[in-house]
């Protein structure tokens, strides 16, 4: 009898460990959130392992990152959550991490700053950063 309660237990935590990170990734749904300077520090609160890339629209760089980041949000959803930040409409977490060039894409551990790669970079870089804090 007590075989049979375990194994109950057992499934029904299986079960609601699914539904959590189902409801995890559904959250974001593999893509990097807008990030503004109003919900910047909220999502770096409320996030275990957040990866945010500081991009403008002018930027040639910006461009080749992007589709990596993107990427990167889509295989690691429910493990980091990822967040983009334009730096032209939102100046004031720009200058609070003294973004003085873009791309740069930063790493954050329970609300800290742990890591950072600035420019353009290819995939394996960032994701070799990223795997440290997972």
Known sequence: MDDNIDMIRQKMMR???ERQNNKQAS????KPKVLTDQTFASEIANN??????????WCQPCRFVSPIVEELARDYSGKAAFGK???????????????R????????KKGRLVDSQIGAVPRGVLEAKLRKYL
Request: aromatic letters at 12%; charged letters at 15%.
């Open 101 to 108: 060039s873009i791309p740069t894409i930063m790493f954050f």
């Open 85 to 99: 930040l334009n730096v032209d409409e939102n100046p004031l977490v720009s200058n609070q991490f003294m973004i």
């Open 27 to 30: 959250q974001n749904n593999g």
């Open 48 to 57: 275990d392992v957040v990866v945010v890339d500081f991009w403008a629209e």
């Open 15 to 17: 079960e609601i460990m």
